[in-house]
């Protein structure tokens, strides 16, 4: 078998035993003799497939039963809007701290919905860092305050999140399950699944009850949380196999001994790779280093012209995806859950190799 280490920013690397055990599995579910892609999910095997997943998740992040758990389609760029439809009236004002590329993109969706207030950007600097959040333009009355926790484009990370009186709203698509948070300062939680959870085509929503049964009469009934909670997130036929999935990757996460372990690790694998770029005189780390993303960590070299000298030596060891975003350039090295430390090390063995030969 051969497994490269995989940088990917998303589809991301999935754990290897993860995909052991689907492959096992693919061809004769348990003994149903069908593939779980294959089988109804109104089936009380899927079923259980579903809530066992879910109670995984909810055991993982510590989800009271104030929340909904949801596992729907349409990516979090559905939830941009699927938000704004479902807790706010036209007219209402949604405040957005804008630190990158996915807040800008969710911005501009709820503009289509209801009032928007960008109370801090760090789109000036081409987002290195968080505005300080006492010279956060906050409105006096916005239903909702937004927020990426983690931005996959630019690599800046909430490592705490606001206080706020308006109800707090994470996209946290590409670090959710990386560390403990505190689900219940949040109204709602949204990721898609194809960075830290599984494959694309699953979204997972953890909302507060309370803020449910007011979406606008004209949200498409896919997107509307009181619909699906009340279906078990089945009011459409759910994203299966992703939720299948899904679910073995949340039985793997609580075998690795769950969110505090993993933070440690997934700390641990970014020190390391944040110390090589730091200690040497060719690369550069462009984030503010209190807000350095733990998942993704971009980085330029000292000549751009030997940017692809570099991605070739990489892949040559084995070091696949690092090449970055067109708006950052350089490169970028996630290391989600699932990428082990050995890439990591790797990685850090062939860029000092590379710094000794062209630096
Ligand atoms: C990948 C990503 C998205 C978009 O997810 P889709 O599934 O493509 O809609 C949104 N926000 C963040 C932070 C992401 O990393």
């Given at each position: 078998?051969h497994?490269?280490?995989?940088?990917?920013?998303?589809?991301?690397?999935?754990?290897?035993?993860?995909?052991?055990?689907?492959?096992?599995?693919?061809?004769?579910?348990?003994?149903?003799?069908?593939s779980?892609?294959?089988?109804?999910?109104?089936?009380?095997?899927?079923?259980?497939?579903?809530?066992?997943?879910?109670?995984?998740?909810?055991?993982?992040?510590?989800i009271?039963?104030?929340?909904?758990?949801?596992?729907?389609?349409?990516?979090?760029?559905?939830?941009?809007?699927?938000?704004?439809?479902?807790?706010?009236?036209?007219?209402?004002?949604?405040?957005f701290?804008?630190?990158?590329?996915?807040?800008?993109?969710?911005?501009?969706?709820?503009?289509?919905?209801?009032?928007?207030?960008?109370?801090a950007?760090?789109?000036?600097?081409?987002?290195?860092?968080?505005?300080?959040p006492?010279?956060?333009?906050?409105?006096?009355?916005?239903?909702?305050?937004?927020?990426?926790?983690?931005?996959?484009?630019?690599?800046?990370?909430?490592?705490?999140?606001?206080?706020?009186s308006?109800?707090?709203?994470?996209?946290?698509?590409?670090?959710?399950?990386?560390?403990?948070?505190?689900?219940?300062?949040?109204?709602?939680?949204?990721?898609?699944?194809?960075?830290?959870?599984?494959?694309?085509?699953?979204?997972?929503?953890?909302?507060?009850?309370?803020?449910?049964?007011?979406?606008?009469?004209e949200?498409?009934?896919?997107?509307?949380?009181?619909?699906?909670?009340?279906?078990?997130?089945?009011?459409?036929?759910?994203?299966?196999?992703?939720?299948?999935?899904?679910?073995?990757?949340?039985?793997?996460?609580?075998a690795?001994?769950?969110?505090?372990?993993?933070?440690?690790?997934?700390?641990?694998?970014?020190?390391?790779?944040?110390?090589?770029?730091?200690?040497?005189?060719?690369?550069?780390?462009?984030?503010?280093?209190?807000?350095?993303?733990?998942?993704?960590?971009?980085?330029?070299?000292?000549?751009?012209?030997?940017?692809?000298?570099?991605?070739?030596?990489?892949?040559?060891?084995?070091?696949?995806?690092?090449?970055?975003?067109?708006?950052?350039?350089?490169?970028?090295a996630?290391?989600?859950?699932?990428?082990?430390?050995?890439?990591?090390?790797?990685?850090?063995?062939?860029?000092?190799?590379?710094?000794?030969?062209?630096?």
């Amino acid at each position: 078998m051969h497994r490269t280490h995989n940088f990917s920013a998303g589809p991301a690397a999935l754990p290897t035993e993860v995909l052991q055990q689907a492959a096992e599995e693919m061809l004769d579910y348990q003994s149903s003799g069908m593939s779980v892609m294959e089988m109804s999910h109104r089936s009380s095997i899927f079923v259980d497939i579903a809530a066992r997943a879910e109670a995984d998740l909810r055991e993982l992040m510590g989800i009271s039963d104030d929340y909904h758990v949801l596992f729907l389609q349409g990516g979090a760029t559905g939830q941009f809007a699927g938000i704004p439809l479902n807790l706010t009236a036209p007219g209402d004002t949604m405040d957005f701290i804008d630190t990158g590329a996915w807040s800008k993109k969710a911005i501009k969706e709820a503009g289509k919905y209801c009032q928007v207030n960008v109370a801090a950007s760090s789109s000036d600097s081409n987002y290195d860092h968080i505005p300080d959040p006492s010279s956060w333009q906050l409105s006096a009355d916005a239903k909702l305050l937004h927020i990426c926790s983690n931005e996959t484009i630019g690599g800046v990370q909430f490592k705490d999140f606001p206080e706020s009186s308006s109800t707090l709203v994470a996209d946290m698509s590409s670090d959710i399950l990386s560390r403990p948070v505190d689900v219940n300062r949040f109204g709602l939680i949204y990721a898609g699944a194809q960075k830290n959870i599984g494959p694309a085509g699953l979204t997972v929503i953890i909302v507060r009850k309370d803020l449910c049964g007011k979406a606008r009469t004209e949200t498409p009934t896919f997107l509307d949380y009181a619909v699906q909670a009340d279906a078990d997130s089945m009011s459409n036929t759910p994203p299966t196999y992703g939720w299948y999935l899904a679910g073995l990757v949340f039985a793997w996460a609580k075998a690795q001994g769950g969110l505090q372990a993993i933070a440690e690790q997934n700390a641990a694998k970014a020190k390391l790779l944040y110390d090589a770029i730091d200690g040497s005189n060719f690369y550069t780390a462009p984030v503010h280093e209190a807000v350095r993303s733990a998942m993704n960590v971009p980085f330029t070299l000292a000549d751009a012209e030997l940017d692809k000298a570099f991605l070739s030596g990489a892949e040559a060891r084995g070091l696949f995806n690092l090449k970055g975003h067109r708006s950052v350039g350089g490169m970028r090295a996630s290391i989600y859950n699932a990428v082990p430390m050995a890439a990591v090390e790797s990685l850090v063995s062939f860029m000092s190799e590379f710094e000794n030969e062209h630096g």
